[in-house]
């Protein structure tokens, strides 16, 4: 019998089939496609994470020149960042899999069943599946694990060309994480819900650019989204020549965590591990693959281990009580920046990359102990100008605390 079964394909199905591979378990995986077919979505990262993990390479453009404009100003942010090449992380993990005898599987997963020492997946075309643990790493409409329903979701939306544009709306070799300038809009939209602009140079005179709105319940809608994209671009003279790809954007940013006690594992966007302040989660999927591997061989190592004890080693890695807490503390902020007005977002963010390096990029790449998360959200609270401090404290007054006292009290998965 098969030791695990992983369900997904995406980054973070390949990433975690890879790492059980690796800790010497027997896998095999499903997903409705070629698990080498081509993943569409254009996912960056900060170069600082894929270094500890040796993948630096695998990134298909780097920038050092990486700024944000917020408040009227140029924040240059000093911290590599790069785009991934997809289909080499692509084939550097399925040969990690292949190495370690992954076995793929077409078909989508429908249901599953518990023994006392197997599950059993069943696919749509009545197929079985069997193995010691499932884990379902099939995205953020997860196909067969359990979740509480979900209120209030938040949604990142965003609507992105790659192309050629005149004259270029960066410097030659910049990326821009955020540009919040709205100069291009009326006062009167000015006071509608923010977005920013994500651009980058890729080189050969082409550009990334995507209007960006960072999470909004319910999401911002993509026309909304490309005609404040046409907007920016027209009010700072540039024109799009030739557009190559088009890039849209909707996924939740807060979905709720599943139940942590059930005899399946998740793993990725379907084990809620995109980052709430930021939507980004590949990072987080290449980080803890190996040690949730690990906790889970470390379980199946038992001859008498059953489904769930085999899920909960893993959850437990997954999700530990200091993750937990932090989780908590990055939907409080998530919470309160949805109702920031587009002045307090500005004034945020100006105040938010003007903290120490070490402390922004910690926030961002959820890489903080749970100290140092109170310690970079206490310094911005003592330096953000009064409007925004308002802003964070009406959290306190409002429902949002209970964010709060979870952290405080979140034991363990
Ligand atoms: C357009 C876009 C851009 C993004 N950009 C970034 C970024 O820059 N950086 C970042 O870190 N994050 C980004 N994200 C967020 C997040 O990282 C991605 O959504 C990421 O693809 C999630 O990875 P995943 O492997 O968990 O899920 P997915 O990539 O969604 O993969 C799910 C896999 O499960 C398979 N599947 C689905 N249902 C079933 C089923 N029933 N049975 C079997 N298989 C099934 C799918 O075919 C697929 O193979 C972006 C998201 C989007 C939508």
Same mark, same amino acid.
């Given at each position: 019998m098969y030791d695990a079964l992983v369900v997904g394909a995406g980054p973070a199905g390949l990433a975690i089939a890879a790492a059980l591979a690796e800790a010497g378990l027997r896998v095999q995986g499903l997903a *409705?496609?070629?698990?080498a077919a081509p993943w569409q979505n254009t996912f960056g990262i900060w170069a600082d994470e894929l270094e500890p993990l040796g993948l630096?390479?695998?990134?298909r453009h780097r920038w050092s020149d990486c700024s944000a404009y917020a408040d009227g100003r140029e924040l240059p942010l000093g911290r590599d960042y790069g785009l991934l090449d997809n289909r080499r992380l692509q084939a550097h993990l399925l040969e990690q899999c292949r190495r370690g005898g992954v076995v793929w599987h077409r078909g989508e997963a429908v249901d599953v069943r518990h023994t006392s020492d197997h599950s059993v997946v069943l696919t749509k075309a009545g197929d079985e599946l069997t193995a010691r643990l499932v884990v379902d790493a099939s995205g953020h409409r997860a196909a067969l694990l359990r979740r509480p329903p979900a209120h209030n979701l938040a949604f990142q939306a965003a609507y992105g060309i790659v192309g050629v544009l005149e004259?270029?709306?960066?410097? *030659?070799g910049q990326m821009v994480l955020m540009d919040w300038r709205v100069d291009h809009l009326t006062p009167a939209e000015q006071a509608e819900p923010p977005s920013f602009l994500y651009a980058m140079d890729l080189g050969d005179g082409v550009t990334f650019v995507e209007e960006t709105s960072l999470a909004l319940c319910p999401p911002m809608s993509l026309d909304v989204l490309r005609e404040r994209l046409r907007r920016r671009l027209a009010h700072r003279g540039?024109?799009?020549?030739?557009?190559h790809h088009v890039e849209h954007v909707l996924f939740p940013m807060n979905l709720p965590l599943p139940d942590?006690?059930?005899p399946l594992l998740g793993y990725g966007a379907a084990a809620?591990?995109?980052?709430?302040?930021?939507?980004?989660q590949v990072n987080q999927a290449l980080r803890l693959a190996t040690p949730v591997a690990r906790a889970v061989a470390q379980a199946l190592g038992r001859p008498d281990a059953s489904p769930r004890a085999a899920a909960q080693a893993g959850w437990n890695a997954l999700w530990p009580a200091e993750r937990l807490r932090k989780r908590y503390i990055y939907l409080f902020g998530l919470e309160a920046t949805l109702r920031f007005s587009q002045r307090e977002l500005q004034s945020f963010f100006s105040a938010f990359f003007q903290l120490p390096r070490r402390q922004w990029a910690g926030y961002l790449s959820d890489t903080h102990a749970l100290s140092e998360l109170l310690e970079a959200m206490l310094t911005l609270f003592s330096r953000a100008p009064n409007h925004v401090r308002i802003g964070l404290l009406r959290g306190l007054a409002r429902e949002d605390r209970r964010l709060l006292l979870k952290a405080l009290t979140a034991a363990h998965a």
């Open positions: *409705p496609a070629d698990p630096a390479h695998l990134l004259p270029m709306p960066v410097r *030659p540039v024109e799009v020549r030739a557009v942590l006690d059930q809620s591990l995109v980052h709430p302040a930021t939507g980004y």
